[in-house]
C-alpha cells in the first residue's frame, strides 16, 4: 500500500504575539511546530503501514525550512518526504494549494507509484480552514472521507474500506473503496515515540525537494497568489470591547454575601434573566 | 484559504489580484444570493436558519433574492423544510428531491449543489460551518474553481457589490477580511451561533422550484452503512444552550469540574470547559469553548477560572451576559467579560449553586 500524508508546518500559534501599534504579526521567535492535527493523519497512516504492509510518503508545501518539519516526521517513521517549495506557491488560498499539493501527489504517484490513500489533518491551525482536504480530493477524483474517527477496516486486496465519520449529531459509518482521500480527526490516537531505528533513519534520509516544474505544475498561473481567487483585503487587530468588566466588590465576608451580590449584580444588569431562569429551571 | 490568510503583505495581496474590479463578462450573470439549507432526519439545523437571516440583509443590500436550497430524499419532507425557509426570510427555494440523497454523501450532495449553481448562477453562497457544511463547500469551491472563506464572524456588501467576509485567523489573534473579486458565486462558510437566529415570521411564503439530481446510485461509490446517534443527545446542545457554565485550569482539579456542573442544572443550563481540559481529559471534547471547540451565544455565560486567552474568547463574544470569576484582577477575561468577581471559583461556585436554588425556588412558590 502507499500512503501520502499531507502536513504542514506552522508557526506555534500559541507563541504567537501580535504587534500592538502596526498589526502585524511578530514572527520572530516564534518556533514552527508540524500542525498538531496532522499528527494524528500521520499516527493512522503508520499504523496501517505497519498492519498491512506498504510506505508513507508525506507531502508539505512550505518555505525551504519546513524541511526540519519533515526530518521530525520521518523519525516518527514515515518513509520518505517530500518538500514542495516554489516562489510561485507564496501567497496560495485554500485552492491554489490543492491545486499545487494535488499535483505534487499525482507527481508522487507517477515516481513511487499510485497512492491507495492520501491523509489530511482536521484542519491546520494557521489557516484553520478545513477546505484543503476536500480540494485536494476533488481534485485526485478521490473518494472524499472528511472527520474520520475511526478506520473500521481496510483490504487493500478487495480495496474496500470502511470508516466511522463524524457528522451532525452522529456517527456515519461509511463504506468506500480506495483511492480515497481521509480527513482524521484529532485525539482518535496516540502518537508513537519514534524509535532509536527510525531517528537513525531520519538521519540519513533525504527530504526530495521539488519546485513547480518537478511537481509536474505545468501552469503556474493557477498557483500562489495568481491562483488564488479569495483576497485579503484588510486586516485588523479584534476591536477590544469599550468598556471592561464591572467587577463585583464585596468585602472579604463569607462567600455567601459574594454569592448574592453576583446575583444581585447579574438581575441589575439583565432584568429578564430571572424569568429566564425559573423557566429553565422548572424545565430541568 | 490557508495562506491567504496569512497577513503578512495584505497591501501587495490587495494590489494584485484584487486590481481587476471590472467582473469577467460571464460573471455578471450572477445573482442572488443563496443558502444551503442543512436538512437532516426531519430537521433543519438551526445553522442554515441564523444563515437565512444573515443573508436577508446581504440581499436586501444587493438588492436581489434570498433563495434556500434544499436537497435531500422525499420532496413532500423537503416542502415541509421550504415553508420554515419562507418563514425565515427566503424569497425561493430551490429542491432537489431524490431517493439517493436520502442521507448525507458528499459526491451526490456536491453533483445537486454544482449543478444548481452552473444552472442558476447566485452571487453569494453561505452554508453552515459544520461537518456537513465544511466536506460540502470545499468540493463545491474546488468543482466550481471558486473561492470560499471558512467560518467567516462577520459578513457585508462593499460599495462594489463584492461579499466582504470577516474571519479571524491565528487563531484569533488578528481578524482579516476576504474577497473573492473575479470569480462567482462568492462563498462562505459560517459557524454555528455565530449570527443570531432571526425572528420568525409566520405565514410568510415564497416559491418552491425543483431541480432533478442527474445521478444513478450505481454512479457513487461511498455507501451509508449505517448512522449511529449520539447516545448523549444533550451533547449537542451546548452551542444552543440559554445558560453555559464553564471551567478553566483555575478549578486545579478534575474533581472540582463537579461544581461547575451543579450550577449549570440548577441554572437549567450545559457546561463546558476550556481546551486545557479537554486535553487533560477532564472533559469530552464536544465541550470544548472556543475557537476550536464550539461557538456559544448564551444569554448568561459564566466562565470560572478561564483565563480568557484569544482562542477562548472568540467563542463566548456572543454571549449576552458574560460573568467572570477569577484570582487574578489582571485576568484578560475581565476585558471582555460584563460582570467579573475576583475571586476563588472553587469556593464561590458551591456558594451560587445554593443561592441560585434559593432564589429560584422562593420565586418559583411565588409565581
Ligand atoms: C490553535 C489553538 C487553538 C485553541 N483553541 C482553544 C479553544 O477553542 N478554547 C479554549 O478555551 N482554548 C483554546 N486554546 C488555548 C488557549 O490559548 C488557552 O491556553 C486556554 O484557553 C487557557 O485555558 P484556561 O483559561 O483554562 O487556563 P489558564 O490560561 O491557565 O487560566 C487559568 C485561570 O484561572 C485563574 N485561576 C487560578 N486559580 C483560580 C481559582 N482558584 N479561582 C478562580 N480562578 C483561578 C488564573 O488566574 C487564570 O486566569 C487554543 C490554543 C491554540 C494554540
Ligand atoms: N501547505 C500545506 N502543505 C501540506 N499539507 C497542507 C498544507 N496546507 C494544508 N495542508 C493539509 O490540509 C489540511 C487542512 O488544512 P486547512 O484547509 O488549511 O485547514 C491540513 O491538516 C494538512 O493536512
Redesign the pocket.
Known amino acids: 500500500m502507499h500512503i501520502v500524508v499531507c502536513i504542514k508546518q506552522v508557526p ?3 507563541q504567537i504575539r501580535v504587534h500592538p501599534v502596526t498589526n502585524t504579526i511578530m514572527r520572530q521567535g516564534v518556533p514552527s511546530i508540524i500542525n ?1 492535527y496532522d499528527l494524528f493523519a500521520l499516527e493512522e497512516a503508520l499504523r496501517w503501514r505497519d498492519q498491512a504492509g506498504g510506505t508513507v510518503t508525506i507531502l508539505t508545501m512550505g518555505p525551504p525550512m519546513a524541511e526540519d518539519t519533515m526530518r521530525k516526521a520521518l523519525t516518527l517513521g514515515a518513509d520518505r518526504a517530500v518538500l514542495l517549495t516554489d516562489r510561485c506557491f507564496a501567497g496560495s488560498d485554500t485552492l491554489a494549494t490543492s491545486f499545487a499539493l494535488a499535483t505534487a501527489i499525482g507527481k508522487i504517484g507517477e515516481t513511487w507509484g499510485p497512492p491507495d490513500i492520501v491523509f489530511t489533518g482536521k484542519q491546520t ?1 494557521d489557516g ?1 480552514t478545513a477546505q484543503v482536504g476536500p480540494g485536494i480530493a476533488k481534485r485526485l477524483r478521490f473518494n472524499q472521507l472528511t472527520y474520520v474517527a475511526k478506520i473500521d477496516s481496510l483490504d487493500p486486496e478487495s480495496r474496500a474500506i470502511t470508516v466511522e465519520r463524524r457528522a451532525e449529531g452522529g456517527l456515519q459509518v461509511l463504506q468506500s473503496r480506495l483511492p480515497v482521500l481521509i480527513t482524521m480527526l484529532e485525539g482518535t490516537n496516540e502518537l508513537r515515540r519514534g524509535s532509536l531505528d527510525s531517528a537513525l533513519r531520519a538521519a540519513r534520509a533525504e527530504v526530495v525537494r521539488w519546485g513547480a516544474a518537478e511537481a509536474g505544475v505545468e501552469d503556474t498561473a493557477k498557483c500562489g497568489l495568481r491562483g488564488s481567487p479569495t483576497v485579503v483585503k484588510h486586516v485588523f487587530a479584534p476591536k477590544p470591547r469599550a468598556e471592561k468588566a464591572q467587577i463585583i466588590e464585596t468585602a472579604a465576608g463569607p462567600v455567601r454575601t459574594q454569592a448574592d451580590a453576583v446575583i444581585a449584580a447579574i438581575f441589575a444588569r439583565q432584568p429578564g434573566i430571572e424569568s429566564d431562569l425559573l423557566r429553565l429551571a422548572r424545565h430541568s | 484559504m490557508s495562506d491567504a490568510a496569512k497577513p503578512s503583505p495584505p497591501a501587495a495581496a490587495a494590489g494584485r489580484s484584487s486590481m481587476k474590479k471590472e467582473l469577467p463578462e460571464h460573471f455578471k450573470a450572477y445573482r442572488h444570493v443563496w443558502v444551503f439549507i442543512e436538512y437532516e432526519r426531519g430537521n433543519i439545523h438551526p445553522v442554515s436558519l441564523e444563515l437565512l437571516g444573515e443573508g436577508r440583509k446581504l440581499a436586501d443590500k444587493l438588492d436581489v433574492e434570498l433563495a434556500g436550497v434544499v436537497i435531500g430524499a422525499e420532496a413532500e419532507a423537503l416542502h415541509e423544510a421550504a415553508l420554515s425557509c419562507f418563514e425565515y426570510g427566503a424569497d425561493l427555494v430551490y429542491r432537489v428531491a431524490d431517493p439517493i440523497l436520502a442521507h448525507y454523501r458528499n459526491e451526490p450532495f456536491t453533483k445537486a449543489m454544482t449543478d444548481l449553481v452552473n444552472t442558476y448562477k447566485p452571487e453569494v453562497l453561505l452554508l453552515g460551518a459544520t461537518t456537513l457544511g465544511r466536506d460540502l463547500a470545499g468540493s463545491v469551491a474546488t468543482t466550481l474553481l471558486t473561492g470560499l472563506t471558512a467560518d467567516c464572524t462577520a459578513l457585508a456588501i462593499d460599495d462594489e457589490r463584492s461579499l466582504a467576509a470577516t474571519r479571524p485567523t491565528f ?2 489573534s488578528l481578524m482579516c477580511t476576504i474577497h473573492t473579486l473575479n470569480f462567482r458565486p462568492q462563498m462562505a462558510t459560517v459557524r454555528p451561533r455565530v449570527m443570531p437566529m432571526p425572528e420568525r415570521q409566520a405565514g410568510r411564503i415564497g416559491r418552491i422550484a425543483d431541480h432533478s439530481l442527474s445521478m444513478a446510485e450505481e454512479d457513487i461509490v461511498t455507501k451509508v452503512l449505517r448512522f449511529v446517534p449520539d447516545r448523549d443527545s444533550d451533547k449537542a446542545q451546548l452551542a444552543y444552550a440559554d445558560i453555559v457554565v464553564a ?6 482539579t478534575p474533581e472540582n469540574l463537579r461544581l461547575v456542573k451543579e450550577l449549570a442544572e440548577v441554572l437549567g443550563g450545559d457546561y463546558g ?5 479537554v486535553q487533560k481529559g477532564w472533559i469530552e471534547a464536544d465541550r ?6 464550539k461557538t456559544i451565544r448564551p444569554k448568561l455565560y459564566i466562565a ?9 474568547r ?2 463566548v463574544e456572543g454571549a449576552d451576559l458574560i460573568l467572570a ?4 484582577a489582571n ?3 475581565f476585558d471582555f467579560a460584563h460582570l467579573g468577581i475576583v ?4 469556593s ?1 461556585l458551591p456558594a451560587l449553586t445554593e443561592a441560585f436554588r434559593q432564589r429560584l425556588s422562593i420565586n418559583r412558590a411565588a409565581s
Not at chain 2, 247 to 252: A, K, S, Y
Request: no cysteine; net charge negative.
Open positions: 506555534d500559534s500559541a498538531p491551525i484553520d | 487563531g484569533g471551567g478553566g485550569l483555575g478549578l486545579r470547559g476550556s481546551r486545557p481540559l470544548q469553548i472556543g475557537q476550536t471547540g470560572a477560572g478561564i483565563s480568557g486567552a484569544v482562542q477562548h472568540v467563542g470569576i477569577n484570582t487574578d485576568a484578560p477575561i475571586a476563588d471559583a472553587v464561590l
